[in-house]
């Protein structure tokens, strides 16, 4: 059985290396991605390298080159969005969560985020 595969879309360095070892040491296969641009081309990396789509993105809604959705939705267009995507965003506002979900996220979260919680959840999303 292959590890499960996730796709960290975070352009904070700090928070996108800590992610990445936590998934690492819990068995995940991890890519980092700090843009969008960089975000869409690991979706379609995972899903070239895997024949599959990646099993989870992380995706933070704040990016340099443009909205998180927007990740979403070009990978959503393309056939290589990741089987769960979940926003992670500093703005606790129900509108943001609504639009969100309407894009096609499984869930919002806050940051900052409990890596050991997040954890825990990713095992229920990678399933």
């Keep these: 059985m292959t590890s499960p595969y996730v796709v960290i879309v975070e352009d904070n360095e700090d928070s996108a290396t800590a992610l990445s070892i936590m998934f690492s040491t819990s068995g995940y296969r991890v890519t980092v991605a700090h843009t969008a641009t960089a975000a869409i081309a690991a979706c379609r990396a995972a899903s070239v390298d895997r024949g599959a789509v990646a099993d989870?993105?992380?995706?933070?809604?704040s990016l340099p080159d443009a909205d998180g959705l927007t990740v979403l939705a070009a990978a959503t267009a393309s056939g290589v969005a990741p089987r769960v995507t979940v926003a992670l965003t500093g703005h606790d506002d129900k509108q943001i969560a609504a639009a969100c979900r309407a894009a096609g996220c499984h869930d919002v979260l806050l940051k900052p985020v409990s890596l050991r919680h997040l954890i825990e959840q990713a095992k229920g999303w990678t399933k």
């Design 56 to 61: 989870l993105m992380l995706l933070d809604l």
